[in-house]
T-cell receptor, first 112, second 116 residues
């Protein structure tokens, strides 16, 4: 069945380091790959997304890369700050329907 | 705009009780969904809707009912609560696009439900 795998499940970095989270997906027809950030006690919020017609997208300190051949995409956060500490989810459109299928999440801890 | 609102924020039920989790959005979004979040499991889809009067099942629909009588509201009903339904529930909405979820989904703040 359709699946989104996300690694690692936890990631600890020092402030100023880079962080990378990777996801693989199973549906080769997927064309949209969002990343969500969830802070404690809140709902997930979109931080960046990429569509299948581009290989990379950047927004200040965050970037997403997509490899459609290998069916994987990654989130890159540079110059991490303590406020980047949160749970990050990757997602892809479900094969059927108008909702997303999510990875299991990565808990990022940035220590100062 | 208030965005996506959910009530209540917290709820404790006894096994066998029923209740309705409320979700409303004021962005005129056609697509709405309910997810549950459990530790280490990510977000799993319960039910979704592509517009008023149209709903369908997601990955984990058993024990839950939904209806969509208006564009704005998408309530989730627990028919007979079980301890396995202890979870955090999120409602989300997005604009209608190509028929797949290829647009930003806006999430509510969640309802934390405990079933004893």
């Amino acid at each position: 069945g359709e699946n989104v795998e996300q690694h690692p499940s936890t990631l600890s970095v020092q402030e100023g380091d880079s962080a990378v989270i990777k996801c693989t997906y199973s549906d080769s027809a997927s064309n949209y790959f969002p990343w969500y950030k969830q802070e404690l006690g809140k709902g997930p919020q979109l931080i960046i997304d990429i569509r299948s017609n581009v290989g990379e997208k950047k927004d200040q300190r965050i970037a997403v890369t997509l490899n459609k051949t290998a069916k994987h995409f990654s989130l890159h956060i540079t110059e991490t700050q303590p406020e980047d500490s949160a749970v990050y989810f990757c997602a892809a459109p479900r094969v059927a329907g108008t909702a997303l299928i999510f990875g299991k999440g990565t808990t990022l801890s940035v220590s100062s | 705009n208030a965005g996506v609102t959910q009530t209540p924020k917290f709820q404790v039920l006894k096994t066998g009780q029923s209740m309705t989790l409320q979700c409303a959005q004021d962005m005129n979004h056609e697509y709405m969904s309910w997810y549950r979040q459990d530790p280490g499991m990510g977000l799993r889809l319960i039910h979704y809707s592509v517009g008023a009067g149209i709903t369908d099942q997601g990955e984990v629909p058993n024990g839950y009912n939904v209806s969509r009588s208006t564009t704005e509201d998408f309530p989730l009903r627990l028919l007979s609560a079980a301890p396995s339904q202890t979870s955090v529930y999120f409602c989300a909405s997005s604009l209608k696009t190509s028929g797949r979820a290829d647009n930003e989904q806006f999430f509510g703040p969640g309802t934390r439900l405990t079933v004893l």
